[in-house]
């Protein structure tokens, strides 16, 4: 996943705002800083979820690649899981004799 920054001037491009007005919005709190580095610099994926931007966690190629593993790991759980009923089958009937 892109971890992107963006400056004041950046978003001020992006919204058309002036960068004072970037600076207002940082100060009252409806958008955040990231600490910890130089300069005032924001996440990318705060201001999209501000604008209403739909994210996407992955994208369409690595969604279908874990789809079509998830999909592996389940049937062979369903394997490992008849191998343990004929397991604890034989097993039972062994404590039996």
Sequence with gaps: M???LLTQQDIAGRWQLTV???EN???AGIITAVKGVPGIRFNLQQIEELEGTKLERFSPIERKKLEREIEALKQKIATYEDVRAIILSAST???NL
Excluded: W
Aim: some cysteine; overall charge positive; glycine content about 0%.
């Design 93 to 95: 009937k062994m404590i």
């Design 2 to 4: 892109e971890y992107k």
């Design 25 to 27: 919005c940082r100060k």
């Design 20 to 22: 004072r007005a970037v």
